[in-house]
């Protein structure tokens, strides 16, 4: 998909330049959009990844039913009823304060390999604390359905800080346009717990034949049952310095699991998400007047 539309012109290229800019992916920020190894949150690093990503999204309304992060506000998830066809709905977990179980909707972008690979280490010049210069090149974007379920909760680490549990989960990650690439498909492993900050932490990995390949962290907006996106990183297992990375988001549409092919299910969920649309509108230019991203709630 090549950057072509005029919406995020101005801040895209400096928000793509931040998200690709390996040297931002590093031990101390557990490669994360973070400060520390603590999970402080690093919002110049979130805006630029609801940037890259909303740039990206729009053209997919087929898929994406709502601004992803309307509605970041604790508690402020409504599920919709998902057709009856396939896996029953599965009751909540009344021990788990996140609402991990049932269906979310995932967005990955990625930049070309060689084109990444480039821009970080295709200029000798760049001294360690000069920012790279702007980026606007095509990027790949994957719109994928993730079905969760809860598997175990445990009482919080010492050095969270916080008193909520964590809460482990797996599942499938299946693609929506895509859906007979094996390479798309995975299953799915994390956890969710409170930062230090009381922030929203997830981590996820993605599993192919038996194997850990892909990694991400992210923060969710609005805090614990939010609408809001889990937004941030995703990058190797291994955290290869080389990348590949890029940014991801996820949010839930329900607390019921369905075994729909994608495209369908997502079709047959327009008639129910349609109570959003009358709840928050996006601004038409998805900027304030500083350039900053509007969040309605």
């Known amino acids: 998909m090549s950057p072509s539309r ?10 793509c330049s931040m998200v690709y800019d390996l040297r931002n992916y590093t031990d101390e920020t557990m490669w994360g959009p973070f400060l520390d190894q603590q999970a402080t949150v690093d919002w110049e690093k979130m805006e630029a990844v609801m940037i890259v990503l909303q740039y990206h999204l729009h053209g997919h309304n087929n898929y994406v039913m709502q601004p992803p992060w309307l509605g970041a506000s604790v508690d402020s998830f409504k599920s919709v009823l998902l057709p009856k066809i396939g896996t029953a709905s599965l009751p909540s977990n009344p021990d788990d304060p996140y609402d991990v179980t049932g269906s979310w909707i995932r967005v990955v972008c990625f930049l070309d390999y060689q084109e990444l690979s480039h821009y970080n280490f295709g200029h000798d010049d ?8 702007s980026l606007y090149k095509p990027q790949s974007i994957r719109l994928i359905m993730m079905k969760l379920q809860v598997t175990k909760i445990e009482e919080a680490d010492s ?29 799915i492993r994390g956890s969710v717990r ?33 609408s809001g996106s889990v937004m941030g990183h995703w990058f190797d297992r291994d955290m290869d310095p080389h990348g590949p990375v890029g940014p991801t988001m996820f949010w839930k ?14 079709v047959r969920m327009g008639a129910w998400t349609a109570d959003y649309e009358s709840e928050g509108e996006w601004e038409e230019n998805g900027e304030d007047d500083e350039g900053g991203l509007v969040i309605y709630t």
């Open 6 to 15: 005029s919406r995020y012109t101005g801040s895209y290229p400096y928000a």
């Open 126 to 133: 760049i001294l360690p604390e000069e920012p790279r210069g």
């Open 159 to 187: 050095g969270d800080g916080q008193v909520a549990p964590v809460v482990y989960f797996e599942g499938t990650s299946r693609s929506l346009h895509i859906p007979q690439n094996a390479n798309a498909n995975s299953n």
């Open 194 to 226: 409170q930062t230090s900050e009381g922030e929203i932490r997830w981590t996820t990995y993605s599993i192919y034949n038996g194997e850990e390949r892909w990694k991400s962290e992210g923060i969710q907006v609005g805090g614990p049952r939010s």
């Open 253 to 266: 549409v329900s607390n019921n699991i369905n075994d729909l092919p994608g495209d369908e299910l997502v």
